[in-house]
């Protein structure tokens, strides 16, 4: 093994690895007609892509430190038209919504934290007994799941698939709020959930965004498309901006 090159300080580079594998677990890839609302103390926040990197025709998302543990809701409006009132599918799929895993999450971010502070420190020991207690927590998580499953609409092939991957990837822990609520189908219009849930501020900046996403395509549409295109996303753009709500109405 005398050609294997010698690597400095292999714990700090273990460290590295686990943080990037926890950005890529995070991430979240949303078209131009979705965004995120994310639960908060005290309400919910939208949360979009960012405009500078683009993959496969969608934009990057990465939660703020302060809410990796918050579960995260994916929705989108509609770019067909306005399509009026809707009821309200999202408060009932949220009422009370796992919060035994928001605490496995900050548990099991601890526990991974100890183990490399352990590692760095050459206390393998601890290392290893933080280890394998997140392991347990990770177990016990997983059985409370299963036994909820059926309430919250999740199959045994997901969780199964959801506990392999954190088991293999620990790494992957701290998303576990937001990959099981991410999962769930909500097919309501985006804009008709918000403006039940958002406070006024959040919601004029969510039609700020939606506004300037449709001016864009209003101007691509206007730079290489038919007039009859154009006169079409114009007709669009009147309609749904008609439709949004004042929450002040």
């Known amino acids: 093994m005398a050609f294997l090159p010698y690597l400095p300080h292999p ?46 025709g969608k934009g990057v998302h990465l939660p703020a430190p302060c809410r990796m543990f918050s579960p995260a809701y994916r929705l989108a409006w509609n770019m067909d038209g306005a399509t009026g009132p809707q009821p309200a599918v999202l408060p009932a799929a949220l009422e009370g919504m796992l919060p035994p895993v928001r605490w496995y999450a900050v548990a099991a971010s601890g526990l991974l934290l100890l183990t490399g502070w352990a590692a760095l420190a050459g206390q393998w020991n601890q290392a290893g007994l933080a280890l394998l207690a997140f392991y347990a927590a990770t177990v016990l998580c997983f059985a409370w799941l299963a036994a909820q499953r059926r309430h919250y609409g999740f199959s045994a092939g997901q969780l199964a698939g959801l506990a392999f991957e954190i088991l293999c990837c620990p790494p992957f822990a701290p998303n576990l709020p937001r990959r099981l609520t991410l999962a769930l189908p909500i097919s309501a219009d985006g804009l008709a959930e ?9 919601w004029a900046g969510l039609l700020a965004h939606s506004a300037g996403t449709l001016q864009e395509q209003l101007d691509f549409a206007a730079a290489g498309q038919t007039p009859a295109a154009r006169l079409g996303f114009n007709a669009f753009l009147q309609r749904e901006t008609s439709a949004w709500p004042s929450k002040t109405s």
């Open 11 to 56: 714990e700090w580079l273990a460290i590295a690895l686990a943080v990037g594998l926890y950005l890529y677990e995070a991430a979240s890839l949303l078209y131009s007609n979705e965004f995120l609302l994310v639960r908060q103390r005290g309400g919910w926040r939208a949360e979009h892509a960012g405009r500078a990197v683009h993959i496969g």
């Open 194 to 202: 918000a403006g039940r849930l958002l406070d006024e501020a959040s």
